[in-house]
């Protein structure tokens, strides 16, 4: 079992780190336990997630992202099943963040292109709302840099950040991400307001 | 039917051409009638495509693109029926511009994403190796930006232009086209040389 396991420290600056790595045995049980910054004792395990049996629990996660169409170039209104069928694409490799057995955040991770562009991972993230601020996105985060650098990308890529989403360029800058694209007027806001969307961009090499 | 009858001047700055716009009545059947540069008695017609039949005159012009794997993030030894499924892909509406009844290029256009990035669209444009030079993929572009228009959508966006694609990248910026993100080593040619990727931006309004 390769097993990565990050205590994250409680300074202002979290881009400090100190990583231990554990023997590769198995790369289909990545696993990560990370110390959060509120709670030393409390421990989150992520691991790789599939539709049956997780799609009961990941279903609660990304719906009220879905919904409130901010963030997600996603239809508002679309269903379960649709939602669930695009999570858990073909191509993607789809993780939850577990805590106490409760699932705190999902995210997947694919081959941004085919072909020539294949070295390039992209990723989706989603916290669920009753864990945000706990730093869920950025142990999701981290642990799909090392996963990608185990797989063998060369870089990843975010297509789409809606530019009202602070929070999430902020985070992605903290993890070396840099704004390489800037789409004028790319996302249309719940409110029919008209914002740009960021391309960011990071070498794993 | 929406007919659109384009005759591009012979001068070098090919930006300019006169354009007349004809009642709309189908608009399924988007057709136009151009006048190429080297041959004024000569008229491309260009018209919606479906797998059946026109995939038998759509992969010869596929192919040999994806084989070359210098512009398309494709597996260079894509099947004709992948290929053929990726062309044709749901989202996809997809063009054939033909000149006494031979297949010169094809195109498709689609939304660049869905939700609250539905508004933009996205083209993938591909001249048949026997046609080059005869203005086909300018014809498909101008014919795409009215189609989009048509449509409604607001803007179009190339994710993924390989940076060494030069033909392609001056002529998507005489169309008004602008780098706006810039991938690094985004693209690894056949030659297993690391290239950039351009992503492109045009507004519509």
Partial sequence: MEAIRKSLTNAPNRRKYAR?????EDQAA??????????????MHIHQAS????????????????????????????????????????QHEVFVVQENKQTL?????QPNHQGG???????GYITA???????VARAMCAHSLEHARARGFRAMQFNFVVSTNQRAVALWQ?????????????FCLPTKEFVDALVMYRSLM
């Avoid at 990545?30 to 421990?43: A, F, M, N, Q």
């Avoid at 539709?51 to 409130?68: F, Q, V």
């Avoid at 070396?176 to 789409?183: D, H, S």
């Fill in 30 to 43: 990545v696993e990560i336990d990370y110390l959060p910054r509120r709670c030393e004792s409390t421990v």
């Fill in 117 to 123: 562009g294949a070295h390039v991972a992209n990723c």
């Fill in 20 to 24: 231990r790595d554990f023997p590769r």
């Fill in 51 to 90: 539709p049956n049996p997780d799609s009961d629990s990941i279903w609660p996660i990304l719906e009220p992202t879905i919904r409130a169409g901010e963030t997600y170039t996603l239809p508002m209104d679309m269903s379960r099943a649709d939602a669930i069928a695009y999570w858990f694409a073909a």
């Fill in 105 to 109: 955040g999902t995210y997947f991770i």
């Fill in 174 to 186: 903290s993890f070396g991400f840099e704004i390489v694209g800037r789409l004028p007027s790319a």
């Fill in 129 to 135: 709302p009753w864990a945000t601020g706990r730093g």
